[in-house]
């Protein structure tokens, strides 16, 4: 469902939400709502971003990480395993870009239908394991 945040106005972002977590993440996590409402409200999108070539982590994507780990949020890799009868089975994660609290946030700027794939069905996992709260995927638009 698209919805509109009265926090970034005009600030040319489309936010799509499911089962009310800008609500979720506004009251339970006030701090890391703050987080993310200034970054995104402070981000521009420059040209020298759009403008290099690809491969490995883009300068874009290398800055907005650097704004959310200096206010405390981490790259997590979430060690989880199931159990069956008595033999237990690893199943780590995919590892998350950022996470502070029980917020997970993913930047996928230019990848492929795949990986939002993947990083939907790992906050998925994650959230049905009550590890996380929230999930966030940052991407650009169409229009980009």
């Known amino acids: 469902m698209r919805v509109t ?3 970034l106005p005009g600030a040319g972002y489309e936010v799509y939400e499911w089962r009310h977590a800008s609500a979720i993440l506004r009251s339970d996590f006030p701090d890391e709502w703050k987080d993310v409402m200034n970054i995104l409200k402070s981000f521009k999108v420059k ?6 070539g690809g491969g490995g982590k883009t300068k874009l994507a290398q800055e907005i990480d650097s704004e959310f780990k200096s206010r405390g949020w981490t790259e997590k890799q979430f060690l989880t395993e199931i159990k069956v009868d008595a033999k237990v089975h690893e199943t780590p994660t995919h590892k998350v870009d950022c996470v502070k609290g029980r917020v997970a946030l993913e930047l ?4 492929k239908d795949p990986f939002f794939d993947r990083d939907l069905n790992n906050f998925r996992l994650l959230f049905d394991l009550r590890a996380i709260s929230v999930g966030i995927i940052i991407t650009k638009g169409e229009d980009l």
């Open 47 to 52: 040209r020298s971003h759009i403008m290099v």
């Open 5 to 7: 945040l009265p926090e």
């Open 108 to 111: 996928e700027w230019s990848n």
